[in-house]
């Protein structure tokens, strides 16, 4: 059984869903309030008519509720209250409903309005929409009219490329290449297929090489493993034949010592004994001295003449070889021989060590190199300062001569007219800024400050920032309040490119030929990061400046489109309208 809804209940008059509804005796239900506000307005004709088949009625009918028909409708009204999804913050709102909205399940191209499941049915079942264009629901349908003429985008205008209404092209751009916006998609629909089979190819390519550089990470990680431990075990056994050869001197020397200590001690015994019996005789030969006996006397003077002791202490010669000094110092000669060994193989360690790297893409050179490291950047609102006015998508940055009304935030410039982009930028980026007048085209951490009339909160002149000022052809690199005057390149450009090499701590700024769109460098910086950086924009007086679109240079504008169009499935009602591909694809 076909679903009921209760908006198929509608009042013929009011056109909402009815109330109180009556009943006119030719059989049509009205709203009371309805059909009794067009038989008011009757009453000086006295003729009163069914506003739908026009029957008359004389007198005036009295009209009675249609009490079957209203509890049918308060019966549905619950029901629809329970099944009904009500749109919520994320949603888009149906455009017919009316009281609570209900989320909008499609969007009608022609008629320019979003549909809940209800009030989509017509489209179905009546032929009157059978022409018209579904698509999944959006909040973007009014991009879809012309600004200036109020009518539908219907043709493209691949002069100016971009989409314009029939009446454009008797207006502004009479006598432009115009086609159909439709036949416009179906081009760029094959060209966004070619690219996407190009990507696919890129990305299996890619893919192949990341399994290669993972490999090749996991076999430098192994090897370095491996190094350190086999590095490890050489320096332990180092150590321990160190140790061991302090042990063997150390032996040597206690031998020596107690060689050397033994036989003095014997000798030192020796003299002590010769010192002892020497005195023992010097006392005799006192006593005899004393003796009144001249034959006891001359019996015992020659015996006590001749000297105790031994003849091989008759004399002791001191070496003067004694001292362990010459030792010490050819311990000493030692250390500074292995440490200026080992100073010089240290060096020559550590070159080899730094001379193993992975393999990595080189550094970019030329344009075409750079744009491999091609970043799609936007600013940040919050950090605009009043002085600026941001546009196109919050690519480009003006300076004005009022102050713009825009809401207090604490990340805001509140002095200095400068602007922070919103993209954190690591690894390998490279993006492209066309300026006039006068501007600063910087980098800075998250962290620079935004308040206060201090210089400390200007691109280039704290250690949060690098900025590049340039002027009529002249340049001049800013940090940390330090400039650096850079020559002037051969031709003049308005248009600089910047590259960041993040994990290198480089950062690189180039200048960009209008014609040929080849590099000339200007000055390259390396340093130690130790954040995410962002890019930065300061303007002065007269001065404006761009973030150029480099996916259009690489033909990549197109890949942003692929995942909406793809996630449609690209059925009837489906896939998303031509405008919405064409407009992704120029802007």
């Known amino acids: 059984m076909a679903s009921v809804s209760v908006d198929q209940f509608s009042c013929p008059v009011c056109l909402d869903v009815l109330n109180n509804p009556v009943t006119t005796p030719c059989g049509h239900s009205f709203c009371l309030v309805c059909i009794n506000g067009c038989w008011d307005q009757e009453d000086l004709k006295g003729e009163y008519s069914c506003p739908q088949c026009r029957r008359s009625f004389t007198p005036r009918p009295v009209l009675s509720k249609n009490v079957m028909l209203a509890e049918m409708m308060e019966k549905l009204k619950k029901t629809e209250l329970h099944t009904a999804s009500p749109a919520g913050p994320g949603d888009v709102e149906c455009d017919v409903c009316t009281g609570r909205k209900l989320r909008a399940v499609q969007s009608c191209l022609v008629c320019l309005a979003s549909f809940c499941e209800t009030h989509l049915q017509p489209h179905y079942q009546s032929p009157a929409f059978k022409k018209h264009k579904l698509v999944k629901a959006s909040r973007r349908l009014q991009e879809q009219i012309c600004s200036q003429h109020e009518q539908r985008l219907q043709v493209y205008c691949r002069t100016d490329q971009q989409c314009i209404c029939?009446?454009?092209?008797?207006?502004?751009?009479?006598?432009?290449?115009?086609?159909?916006?439709?036949?416009?998609?179906?081009?760029?629909?094959?060209?966004?297929?070619?690219?996407?089979?190009?990507?696919?190819?890129?990305?299996?390519?890619?893919?192949k090489e990341v399994e290669q550089l993972r490999k090749a990470v996991e076999s430098h990680k192994s090897s370095a493993q491996t190094a350190v431990e086999n590095t490890e075990k050489i320096f332990t056994e180092l150590i321990s034949s160190i140790k061991q050869r302090h042990s063997e001197i150390s032996e040597l020397i206690r031998a020596q010592e107690e060689a050397a200590v033994s036989r003095a001690e014997g000798a030192l015994r020796r003299l002590e004994q010769e010192i002892s019996k020497l005195r023992r005789r010097n006392t005799e030969l006192e006593q005899l001295s004393l003796t009144e006996d001249h034959i006891h006397f001359l019996q015992s003077f020659q015996p006590l003449l001749v000297p105790p002791g031994s003849a091989g202490l008759t004399s002791i010669i001191f070496s003067p070889n004694n001292s362990f000094k010459e030792v010490l110092n050819s311990v000493s000669h030692l250390r500074e021989k292995v440490e200026q060994l080992c100073e010089e193989e240290f060096r020559k360690i550590s070159s080899r060590v730094k001379k193993i790297q992975m393999i990595l893409p080189p550094e970019p050179k030329t344009r075409p190199e750079f744009l491999e490291y091609a970043v799609d950047l936007t600013l940040d609102p919050n950090t605009v300062n009043r002085g600026l006015c941001l546009s196109e998508r919050n690519r480009k940055v003006e300076y004005v001569w009022e102050e713009l009304p825009y809401p207090d935030?604490?990340?805001?410039?509140?002095?200095?007219?400068?602007?922070?982009?919103?993209?954190?930028?690591?690894?390998?980026?490279?993006?492209?800024?066309?300026?006039?007048?006068?501007?600063?085209?910087?980098?800075?951490?998250?962290?620079?400050?935004?308040?206060?009339?201090?210089?400390?909160?200007?691109?280039?002149?704290?250690?949060?920032?690098?900025?590049?000022?340039?002027?009529?052809?002249?340049?001049?690199?800013?940090?940390?309040?330090?400039?650096?005057?850079?020559?002037?390149?051969?031709?003049?450009?308005?248009?600089?490119?910047?590259?960041?090499?993040?994990?290198?701590?480089?950062?690189?700024?180039?200048?960009?030929?209008?014609?040929?769109?080849?590099?000339?460098?200007?000055?390259?910086?390396?340093?130690?990061?130790?954040?995410?950086?962002?890019?930065?924009?300061?303007?002065?007086?007269?001065?404006?400046?761009?973030?150029?679109?480099?996916?259009?240079?690489?033909?990549?504008?197109?890949?942003?489109?692929?995942?909406?169009?793809?996630?449609?499935?690209?059925?009837?009602?489906?896939?998303?309208?031509?405008?919405?591909?064409?407009?992704?694809?120029?802007?």
Not at 175 to 201: C, I, N, S, W, Y
Not at 477 to 492: E, M, R
Not at 508 to 534: G, K, Q
């Open 409 to 587: 935030h604490p990340d805001r410039f509140n002095r200095w007219t400068q602007v922070l982009g919103v993209e954190s930028l690591t690894g390998r980026c490279y993006w492209e800024v066309q300026w006039s007048g006068k501007a600063d085209i910087s980098v800075s951490y998250r962290g620079i400050r935004r308040k206060g009339v201090s210089k400390d909160c200007d691109f280039g002149y704290n250690n949060q920032s690098w900025s590049l000022y340039c002027f009529d052809n002249r340049y001049t690199f800013w940090h940390n309040k330090q400039s650096t005057v850079l020559p002037a390149p051969p031709s003049p450009s308005n248009r600089v490119g910047v590259y960041l090499d993040w994990g290198s701590g480089t950062l690189s700024f180039n200048t960009i030929s209008p014609d040929t769109h080849t590099l000339t460098h200007l000055h390259t910086l390396t340093t130690t990061f130790t954040e995410p950086l962002y890019a930065g924009i300061g303007l002065y007086e007269n001065s404006s400046a761009s973030l150029c679109n480099l996916y259009r240079d690489r033909q990549r504008k197109l890949l942003l489109c692929v995942p909406d169009v793809f996630q449609s499935g690209l059925t009837t009602s489906g896939a998303p309208h031509w405008a919405d591909i064409v407009q992704s694809s120029v802007s």
């Open 166 to 207: 029939m009446l454009c092209t008797m207006d502004d751009h009479k006598g432009h290449d115009t086609v159909p916006a439709a036949a416009e998609r179906a081009e760029k629909q094959k060209k966004l297929m070619e690219t996407k089979t190009q990507f696919q190819q890129r990305i299996q390519e890619r893919k």
